[in-house]
């Protein structure tokens, strides 16, 4: 009986701090997303070489940012639907 409850507290713990550990993740991911994207509009409205650099290189960060925005957006849709 003692073992049972053991492996059920240890099992829901892990899960929750799994959970929670995702937010933070997904928080962080989105965070950054937005200051990328808010940099390159930025770069992009002047018109000197240095900030068009930035524009580009901020272009290359913000594709997989933008891919993982998605998966993580598909994933709550359908826990919120299942």
């Not at 053991?6 to 899960?15: C, I, L, Q």
């Not at 937010?23 to 940099?39: E, M, N, R």
């Not at 891919?67 to 299942?82: C, D, K, P, Q, S």
């Amino acid at each position: 009986m003692i073992t049972t409850v053991t492996t059920t507290t240890v099992t829901t713990v892990t899960a929750i701090a799994a959970m929670g550990l995702t937010s933070v993740i997904t928080g962080i991911g989105v965070a950054v997303l937005i200051l990328f994207l808010a940099t390159k509009e930025l770069a992009r409205a002047r018109n000197s070489g240095t900030s068009l650099r930035v524009a580009r290189f901020t272009g290359i960060c913000i594709l997989p940012l933008m891919i993982t925005f998605i998966i993580i957006m598909a994933i709550n849709i359908i826990e919120v639907l299942a």
